[in-house]
């Protein structure tokens, strides 16, 4: 295989007849559906932004597998990193944001669309999409692909690789999902959740990326059979590896982990406009009770409608009997 040059990095692409298939039904199935619910909600068509990011994923699973990075991921292990981060990192968040499921919904009718909404809601996504179980997967994926054997078992294997490409991508999705997604779900994380969620793990990602920079020799014998006399040594390559997987894993966590707690502090700064609401619809409460009062109107037939307020129920009103001039007389007494 000749040298990774920035020339060759641009025009060398391989096709993979499974994987561009796969994508474009995917890319034509989510454009039919924003064009029907465009035909359906005339005022509120789908986002393109939406649209954009969803596109923009299957382009990043794309030249992933097709391009200079899928040609080369066999024969440099600093290559095979950047494949692996944008199938696990950069394209199922993308995916996430163009919020198919949700497209789905509004594009289809019954029966499918109760299909849809019970598969969603159901015990096994709920389960995996779980964070406990979400970033479990995920750390185990990330450590056991990179820091054992199974590496070799990869780079050996075509039909083991492939497999390899479509786990990142499930795992990825069903990691993120909770992190930055809006899909109808059973369980939603709150933006703090979310943002917790990243910083714990955060660390996996650097752990591993700081093992593969430090190891003294080569891990994968197979990068050595590959037969490649140009470029970096095989243990310089890896530890480029580990540093893309370092710097680069640590940066894509950090802007999510950045826009989720501005959305916290956008969401904390909604909550006092609230509070401030209902003090003051409580204070217009007490001016308008003060008025009435003077105008002879009884305090306890003014109830206050305001969010946030608990209001107790007046006592109940039980009749009392005495005897006035020889009759006997019933009054109601309350509070």
């Known amino acids: ?5 920035a020339a060759n990095a641009l025009t060398a692409w391989q096709f993979a007849p499974l994987v561009s298939v796969t994508l474009a039904l995917l890319a034509a199935a989510y454009l039919s559906g924003v064009r029907i619910v465009g035909r359906r909600h005339l005022a509120r068509p789908w986002p393109a932004g939406r649209t ?27 290559v095979h990193m950047i494949q692996h981060l944008l199938l696990i990192m950069v394209a199922p968040p993308l995916l996430i944001f163009g919020r198919p499921v949700t497209l789905l919904l509004h594009a289809s009718r019954n029966p499918l669309h109760t299909r849809v909404k019970r598969v969603l809601r159901s ?6 999409t779980w964070p406990p179980v979400a970033v479990t997967l995920y750390a185990a994926v990330v450590a056991g692909t990179h820091l ?7 780079l050996e294997n075509e039909a083991v690789h492939d497999a390899e490409h479509a786990l990142y991508l499930v795992v990825g ?15 939603r994380l709150p933006a703090f959740g979310r943002f917790m969620l990243l910083l714990i793990t955060m660390p996996v990602d650097t752990l591993v990326g700081l093992v593969l920079m430090l190891v003294p020799r080569e891990l994968f014998p197979a990068y050595a059979h590959a037969g490649r006399t140009w470029g970096p040594g095989l243990v310089t390559d890896l530890h480029h590896g580990g540093f893309i997987m370092f710097a680069g894993g640590d940066l894509v966590m950090a802007v999510l982990a950045v826009t989720l707690a501005v959305k916290f502090i956008g969401a904390g700064g909604g909550s006092r406009s609230g509070t401030s609401a209902d003090l003051d619809a409580y204070n217009a409460y007490l001016s308008g009770l003060g008025r009435n009062v003077l105008s002879g109107v009884p305090p306890e037939r003014v109830h206050p409608v305001v969010p946030g307020i608990v209001r ?24």
């Open 312 to 335: 107790t129920q007046p006592r109940a009103r039980v009749p009392v009997r005495f005897r006035t001039a020889g009759r006997l007389s019933v009054a109601m007494r309350g509070n």
């Open 52 to 78: 954009a990011a969803f596109l923009l994923g299957l382009a990043a699973i794309a030249v992933a597998t097709q391009s200079s990075i899928g040609v080369y991921d066999d024969v440099l292990f600093s």
């Open 1 to 5: 295989m000749p040298p990774l040059t």
């Open 123 to 128: 015990r096994v996504v709920s389960g995996l």
């Open 173 to 187: 999705y069903l990691y993120f999902l909770p992190v930055v997604g809006s899909e109808p779900l059973r369980r």
């Open 148 to 154: 054992t054997p199974l590496m070799n078992i990869v």
